[in-house]
């Protein structure tokens, strides 16, 4: 049974747990899909797009950065535009943006989870792993932060190993001739503007998961200092890691195999013939599944938590469990439509919805650090120069141009579905006000 005396939260995040869940959530899946459908748009060129990906995720965490240690509480982008714009509307309007991306992001990676690399070892529906999957991250969740992020750091490890093998995999075959250098500027017979540019979309959602970190202000020891720090190091890391990965794949696998490998990194590591089983890559990249899964979930139950709590979604999500001090009532719902979520749509689908989302919830974000630069705290924290949130906002500008109105229609009945649901709640509200102020109306 679900209990709650008190709505605080334990700070046990260090510095190095923090590095580790963004870098967890950054790397996630994509990366293990990343190169292939970056080299169908920019050819051989990967570096190129996951450069400039890099830049507008660096611009737009900038901003995370200044508000997050502005304002350390629970919330994230929907905290930051209420105390910009003063709309709980539009609050609510972001927080659900980020809501459904992040649970819509789960559904899509239970379905990855449930797909090829699992064959490997057990052959069942993806209708029933799916939703299995979620309720064992569901269960996870609810132990502890502490308990979640010692595994995330587990995964990550064994995640970040799969990407080394990688690594050296490429190095053996250029070691013994297989690597082609002129590959790296061959931008597939596309302009590179529109090679770049559209490969910056694919290669942006990939850096994607950074901004989950915002929703554990609360839990993050010394949040001021500590979050700038972790959230700039594990983006430069993962960059780093994208670069030698998409460079390296691109640099031993002709153009147009990278294109229609369905798991190109499993070739190379196959190809240079480590000696590693193909069922151990399998379960290295089921891990890197498992982990953003479990992290998308976290930032989904800490968000429904937040949003609670500013009274913009009843106030039973913004309950914790008694003796675990983990939002119980914002798990339990999170993880139940994700599970919902995972017989609407394919992965693809999923996914391309999710980048839109984001890309909506980053845009409040960088205008509402600008909002708030008048605002002062009585306390030290990150600032940016105003000029970086406006590159931050044209960047997002830019990105969506290139999104098709197949996922405008989708993302928007999404943000409409919400407007419903905040209205039903302000309705239950009211309701509940006028019974409290005139206790005899129900007797006329």
């Known amino acids: ?32 899909a990343l190169a292939g459908a970056i080299a169908d748009r920019a050819g051989g060129a990967i570096w190129a797009p996951l450069g400039m990906a890099l830049f507008f995720a660096l611009l737009t965490a900038a901003s995370y950065a200044e508000l997050v240690s502005k304002y350390p509480r629970a919330g994230g982008a929907a905290l930051f535009a209420r105390q910009a714009f003063g709309s709980p509307l539009l609050a609510f309007l972001v927080g659900f943006a980020m809501l459904a991306a992040g649970v819509t992001s789960a559904a899509g990676l239970a379905l990855a989870f449930a797909g090829e690399y699992l064959r490997v070892f057990i052959d069942w529906p993806a209708a ?32 970040l190993s799969g ?41 942006f959602y990939s850096y994607v ?38 460079a390296g794949a691109a640099l031993v696998m002709p153009v147009q195999q990278l294109v229609a490998a369905s798991t190109p990194l499993l070739d190379i590591v196959h190809s240079a013939e480590l000696g590693v089983p193909d069922g151990v890559f399998a379960l290295i990249a089921l891990v890197a599944v498992a982990n953003g899964a479990l992290l998308t979930m976290i930032m989904a139950s800490r968000l429904t938590l937040g949003m609670a709590r500013d009274g913009l979604i009843p106030g039973l999500f913004g309950r914790v469990l008694h003796r675990r001090r983990t939002p119980g009532y914002a798990i339990a719902a999170t993880t139940g439509l994700a599970a919902l979520l995972t017989f609407t749509g394919s992965l693809q689908v999923l996914a391309e919805t999710v980048v839109l989302l984001l890309l909506l919830v980053f845009l409040s974000t960088n205008v509402a650090v600008l909002v708030l630069k008048k605002d002062k705290v009585d306390a030290e924290h990150y600032a940016v120069q105003p000029l970086v949130p406006v590159l931050a906002i044209f960047s997002c500008l830019l990105l969506m141009s290139q999104q098709p109105w197949q996922n405008w229609l989708r993302a928007g009945a999404l943000l409409a579905l919400g407007a419903v649901l905040y209205g039903l709640t302000s309705f239950v509200r009211q309701a509940g006000r006028a019974r409290t102020d005139d206790p005899e109306g129900g007797m006329r």
């Open 128 to 159: 029933v792993l799916a939703p299995l999957f979620l309720l064992l991250i569901g269960v996870l969740n609810a132990r502890g932060i502490k308990e979640s992020l010692g595994a995330n750091l587990v995964m990550t490890v064994v995640e």
């Open 1 to 32: 049974m679900i209990a709650s005396e008190s709505s605080s939260l334990k700070r046990v995040i260090s510095t190095r747990l923090l590095v580790f869940f963004i870098l967890g959530d950054v790397l996630g899946a994509g990366v293990y």
């Open 209 to 246: 998961g950074f901004e989950t970190s915002a929703n554990l202000a609360e839990e993050i020891k010394d949040v001021r200092r500590t979050y700038p720090r972790a959230l700039f190091a594990a983006l430069l890391l993962a960059g780093v890691i994208y670069l030698a990965i998409g």
């Open 163 to 203: 990407l080394v093998l990688v690594i050296v995999a490429v190095a053996v075959l250029a070691g013994q001739g297989q690597s082609e250098p002129a590959r790296l500027i061959d931008f597939g017979g596309n302009g590179p503007a529109g090679a770049v540019l559209g490969g910056a979309l694919l290669a």
